[in-house]
């Protein structure tokens, strides 16, 4: 039963155009949102979050969007680049037990930017 | 180094074999988390430790699966008669306190044949 679903195993734009990066949630306990990226062979680094009282979090070229009535959220990227390449996972947890204490991850989505 | 090291990076184990995975967290981290990730999956939480409290071991998948962090550093997960499906990614993570951000070591990569 998986509580958190990256429905789209991979995703190909071309260097330059916008990426969306979708993923739903199933568990309204979830209040606290975060995207992770991963290059092969090592571990995923934080990219950007979004509590639950907002709708929209903007870090440089990565936005991700909340949309709680539908429990969906999505990481933009804009302008994609070749360095972007890389699998992206969803993760999410609830802030009564410590935002960060313990995460719920998707499956990922693997992320390629053709030049 | 600066960030999350683990070791070994890439452990070979023979079904029935115990093993044991090392985290050394970031300097002054206080919380530690422990993750399994298989093949084709997200990483799945498997313990926390705040210093060397282990508040939350409500992710490990059974009683061959132990975690310590005895000085409130350094933590060790350890497996004991080893199987099949134990073979994956195990990441360990730590972070400056609850609720803030968790940075995650290269993992160590477990086969069990």
């Not at chain 1, 990256?6 to 979708?22: A, D, T, Y």
């Not at chain 2, 683990?6 to 919380?31: E, M, T």
């Not at chain 2, 409500?58 to 061959?64: M, T």
Request: one cysteine or more; proline letters at 5%; hydrophobic letters at 35%.
């Amino acid at each position: 039963d998986q509580q958190v679903k990256q429905n789209s195993p991979s995703l190909s734009v071309q260097e330059g155009r916008i990426s969306i990066l979708n993923c739903d949630y199933t568990n309204s306990m979830f209040d606290y949102f975060l995207w992770y990226k991963k290059y092969p062979a090592e571990g995923p680094t934080f990219l950007i979050s979004i509590s639950s009282i907002k709708d929209k979090n903007e870090d440089g070229r990565f936005t991700v969007f909340l949309n709680k009535s539908a429990k969906h959220l999505s990481l933009h990227i804009v302008p994609s680049q070749p360095g972007d390449s890389a699998v992206y996972f969803c993760a999410a947890s609830s802030l009564l037990t410590g935002a960060n204490s313990k995460l719920t991850f998707g499956k990922g989505i693997t992320l390629s930017v053709r030049p | 180094g600066a960030g999350v090291s683990q070791s070994p990076r890439y452990k070979v184990a023979k079904r029935g074999q115990d093993v044991a995975l090392r985290c050394d967290p970031i300097s002054g981290h206080v919380s530690l988390f422990w993750y399994q990730q298989a093949l084709g999956q997200g990483p799945e939480f498997l313990t926390y430790f705040q210093n060397e409290a282990q508040l939350d071991k409500s992710g490990l998948p059974s009683d061959r699966f132990f975690a310590e962090r005895p000085e409130g550093s350094v933590s060790t997960l350890k497996i004991q008669r080893t199987q099949q499906e134990d073979s994956a990614v195990y990441l360990c993570a730590s972070s400056p306190s609850l609720g803030n951000t968790i940075y995650f070591g290269e993992g160590s990569w477990l086969t069990v044949v």
